[in-house]
T-cell receptor, first 117, second 115 residues
Framework: GAVVSQHPSRVICKSGTSVKIECRSL??????MFWYRQFPKQSLMLMAT?????????EQGVEKDKFLINHASLTLSTLTVTSAHPEDSSFYIC?????????????FGPGTRLTVT | AQSVAQPEDQVNVAEGNPLTVKCTYS??????LFWYVQYPNRGLQFLLK??????LVKGSYGFEAEFNKSQTSFHLKKPSALVSDSALYFC?????????????FGTGTRLLVSP
């Protein structure tokens, strides 16, 4: 149980285009989802927290208009990188917290590697 | 603000030997501490957590961690390392701010188990 999937696993896009990454909780309802970014050999940096049906809360320094997050249902959150640039190339990981169990449980997706050329 | 520190970038151990991956924390209030493991190009997998109770926490794949309040540490341990344990390990602490809860991660420690 408690599986989180991400799609796509890898994506290559041209500079200036937009890319959408999906995060799904497959066997539980996630009231809260998190989006992280991980640079090579570095830790995970939280980008934003989203609660189903409400606007995402972004961490300091993260551009809201560039990284659009939508948490439209209890099983799906999307991250759209708009007008992508090479510096946006990174490993993006989502995480989901179930709404019915202890609030500290958090399950991670397998990640999406974005390369902007 | 809550934070965790992992002082070692890499830990090397021979297969069959015990391993320890260090983590210290700084929190206000009671700490909620976690260990996660990450394999190449993969997301994080939960190993174990300390919320309250027994200071020795047992987790997945034979790992355990000891919560030490006086030393503000939460070191990850395993009695006998396997080559397949080679991965990146993250310590994390739960932070609660203005009603939101989030995990704050350490910088990670790469564990390399040699045959």
């Amino acid at each position: 149980g408690a599986v989180v999937s991400q799609h796509p696993s890898r994506v290559i896009c041209k500079s200036g285009t937009s890319v959408k990454i999906e995060c799904r909780s497959l066997d539980f309802q996630a009231t809260t989802m998190f989006w992280y970014r991980q640079f090579p050999k570095q830790s995970l940096m939280l980008m934003a927290t989203s609660n189903e049906g409400s606007k995402a809360t972004y961490e300091q320094g993260v551009e809201k208009d560039k990284f659009l997050i939508n948490h439209a249902s209890l099983t799906l959150s999307t991250l759209t990188v708009t007008s992508a640039h090479p510096e946006d190339s990174s490993f993006y990981i989502c995480s989901a917290r179930p709404g019915t169990t202890s609030s500290y449980e958090q399950y991670f997706g397998p990640g999406t590697r974005l390369t902007v050329t | 603000a809550q934070s965790v520190a992992q002082p070692e970038d890499q830990v090397n151990v021979a297969e069959g030997n015990p391993l320890t991956v260090k983590c210290t924390y700084s929190v206000s209030g009671n700490p909620y501490l976690f260990w996660y493991v990450q394999y190449p190009n993969r997301g994080l997998q939960f190993l174990l957590k300390y919320i309250t109770g027994d200071n020795l926490v047992k987790g997945s794949y034979g790992f355990e961690a000891e919560f030490n309040k006086s030393q503000t540490s939460f070191h990850l341990k395993k009695p006998s390392a396997l080559v397949s344990d080679s991965a990146l390990y993250f310590c994390a602490v739960r932070w609660m701010n203005t009603g939101f809860q989030k995990l704050v991660f350490g910088t990670g420690t790469r564990l390399l188990v040699s045959p």
